[in-house]
């Protein structure tokens, strides 16, 4: 009530959507031992998944949104890992998402490394980007550790992957 201008309403609502406290993870937004065979099955996944967490009503919007990232380089980092990531308003809130496939797929048909696990970084086109930035870069760092990697491939639950990422990346 007390802004005065659309700007400082705007600032406001930006720094709210961004909070730290926001939960980035859910458990519904896991999904270990994945079917999907393929790069668009996973994307859909993915959209899906966020869509029934109710982080958003247009899960063909963010599938869009992830493709519109990955045609601009693949997201495959190595180590059997990919961190596709989008940013779009269709998002209610900024959300972290996991697939773990019970198969290798190809994700990047240049790079011969199949991918076993995808982390989903989604935000709101509308927010800040240091926040996704930071925790972008706290995730690439983390994957380069062997250890942290093996982890994540052998989680046996949602809950030990929540864990896992939430001290790790500050979440």
């Known amino acids: 009530m007390s802004c005065s201008t659309h700007e400082e309403v705007t600032a406001l609502l930006t720094t709210i959507a961004d909070s730290p406290d926001e939960r980035w993870l859910e458990d519904d937004l896991i999904l270990l031992d994945s079917d999907s065979t393929t790069k668009e099955e996973v994307i859909r996944e993915f959209a899906n998944a966020l869509y029934r967490s109710g982080r958003t009503d247009q899960p063909t919007a963010i599938e869009e949104a992830i493709w519109v990232r990955e045609e601009i380089k693949s ?97």
């Not at 990531?85 to 900024?94: E, I, P, R, V």
């Not at 991918?115 to 709101?124: D, F, G, K, S, T």
């Not at 980007?129 to 046996?156: C, G, N, P, V, W």
């Open 75 to 171: 997201t495959g980092v190595g180590f059997e890992f990919g961190v596709p990531h989008c940013k779009s308003d269709a998002l209610h809130t900024q959300s972290i998402s996991i697939i773990r496939l019970k198969n290798p797929i190809s994700w990047n048909p240049v790079e011969e490394e199949p991918v076993r696990m995808l982390i989903l970084l989604a935000v709101r086109q509308s927010g800040s980007d240091q926040l996704h930035l930071k925790i972008f870069s706290k995730l690439a760092r983390k994957l380069m550790h062997d250890e942290f990697r093996d982890t994540l491939l052998h989680a046996a639950t949602n809950a030990e992957v929540i864990q896992l990422l939430e001290q790790n990346l500050g979440l």
